[in-house]
């Protein structure tokens, strides 16, 4: 009974404090829009969003955050292929896919959750291990840049 009534206030006390963001005016629609998109690609159920990477895109030079959404084996090659969502921000239910060999991809160790709070807010708010990423984002760069000069 105890557990019963303990989850029924908690389930309520989330329901209120939602509510009361929801109703800030700007808060409320960067925390609805967040909400919204962070349950649609990390349900439990199935998340399309396999894990938070980094690729060279949209041209050379400048890097960008997606998201794995399928690997398979190139087998003509024997070479891994990935498909990566990048999504466009601040709404990232829009994006560009790209088919990538896997030597150009670059996983980051961010959350899915976490990728897309980044996304959403513009890069403004930073995931939990922003020194991690940070680090992978300026290897990544020297690498490319040391391979081509």
Known sequence: ????????????????????????????????????VNQAFTSEKKSS??????VEFPRKGLFSVGFVTAEQVKTDEGESIISIFVPTTPNPTT?????????KVTLLDMSVA?????IVSLGAVPPENADGIQAA?????????????
Do not use: H, S, W
């Open 1 to 36: 009974l105890g557990f019963l009534t303990r989850y029924y206030v908690g389930k309520k006390l989330v329901q209120l404090v939602d509510y009361v963001i929801l109703n800030v005016p700007l808060l409320g629609k960067i925390y609805g829009t967040v909400k919204q």
């Open 49 to 54: 969003f396999k894990q938070v990477v980094m």
């Open 95 to 103: 994006g560009f896919l790209l088919v990538l060999p896997e030597n």
């Open 114 to 118: 976490d990728g897309i709070k980044y």
């Open 137 to 149: 984002f300026k290897a990544e760069a020297e690498r490319l840049l040391a391979k081509d000069g």
